[in-house]
């Protein structure tokens, strides 16, 4: 197991999960945070599609989310240029939404957020006979960690199943060997 899995692997074990928390709200309704606390949907990021002016960097994942049958998009973005070649150019701090796509373009966002001097990844559970797949976010920045993992229910619901928070001791940073 490679060091990153195994660091997630102990943050998430240390996670106890959170009541479900619906995503209250239309999709695509800007701000609209519901029961789920408002820092996971910042209003000052202003809500955003892949390839919008600004929002160049993105990832994407297909899975059947809402066990529906079909297949929805979950869309990582974040607000950065690119260079010539198409490589993100990292600054000072950025802005990052999580959001699932339904074959219709309808959008639910389950996370905006601005991370300074951070970055947020985010990874596809698997699916067991229990419940569909999830999606878990992890956003690091030198001051804060986060891990949540959500579940999108329905257009306008996401659940978020697990929230893990610490604040970062930056004068206690670990040395040695550079993070891989």
């Known amino acids: ?17 959170a009541e479900e928390a619906p995503n209250a709200g239309p999709a695509d309704t800007p701000g609209a945070a519901g029961a789920v606390d408002s820092t996971l949907l ?3 990021v ?7 002016s600004g929002w160049k960097y993105n990832v994407s994942a297909r ?6 049958g079909v297949e929805e998009r979950a869309v990582l973005i974040a607000d950065v240029a690119l260079d010539a070649r198409g490589t993100p150019v990292w600054e000072d701090g950025h802005r990052w939404q999580l959001y699932v796509e339904e074959p219709d373009s309808t959008r639910t966002y389950a996370y905006a957020a601005f991370l300074p001097n951070g970055k947020a990844t985010v990874d596809v559970t ?6 569909p797949p999830t999606m878990t976010l992890l956003s690091q920045t030198p ?4 891990v949540y993992e959500f579940a999108y ?16 001791d ?10 891989p």
């Open 143 to 146: 001051f804060a960690l986060g």
């Open 1 to 17: 197991m490679t060091r990153a899995c195994l660091t997630l692997a102990l943050v998430l074990a240390a996670c106890q999960p």
């Open 170 to 179: 930056p004068s206690r940073v670990f040395v040695g060997s550079p993070r």
């Open 126 to 131: 698997v699916a067991d006979s229990a419940r």
């Open 153 to 168: 229910r329905s257009p306008g619901t996401v659940v978020v199943l697990t929230r893990f928070e610490r604040t970062i």
């Open 46 to 52: 202003p809500r955003a599609i892949a390839g919008d």
């Open 42 to 44: 910042q209003g000052r």
């Open 63 to 68: 899975a059947d989310f809402d066990g529906d």
